[in-house]
């Protein structure tokens, strides 16, 4: 069975930081480059960023560049989404999907609020 499962989501101030994990199982994790997605509230859901298979590249949307770093353990089938200087703006629903989107977890909640 695959499985995505998302984890690491609260509440925090604005200026804070989060990290989210993402363990995934039931499919060939190494084979796949993995994005991070989130929806806000009343919006549709937008990537914010990449990493490929072997960790050589990462890309980010304009609207978390410089603020938020994706990584991965393959040893661990891990992933992870690191989340600096954090907005209100970034409120909503954090998802890791594989990146033509075939598998996606249930996701974490991120509220940034004071």
Do not use: H
């Not at 101030?13 to 994005?35: I, V």
């Not at 393959?74 to 075939?102: E, F, H, I, R, W």
């Amino acid at each position: 069975e695959v499985e995505l499962v998302e984890s690491g989501g609260g509440l925090v101030q604005p200026g804070g930081s989060l990290t989210l994990s993402c363990l995934a199982s039931g499919f060939r994790f190494n084979d796949y480059a993995m994005r991070w997605v989130r929806q806000a509230p009343g919006k549709e859901r937008e990537p914010i960023a990449r990493i490929t298979r072997g960790s050589l590249a990462m890309d980010y949307s304009d609207s978390v560049r410089g603020r938020f770093t994706i990584s991965r353990d393959n040893a661990k089938n891990m992933v992870y989404l690191q989340m600096n200087s954090l907005k209100p703006d970034d409120t909503g629903v954090y998802y890791c999907s594989t990146d033509d989107y075939k598998y996606m977890g249930q996701g974490t909640q991120v509220t940034v609020s004071s």
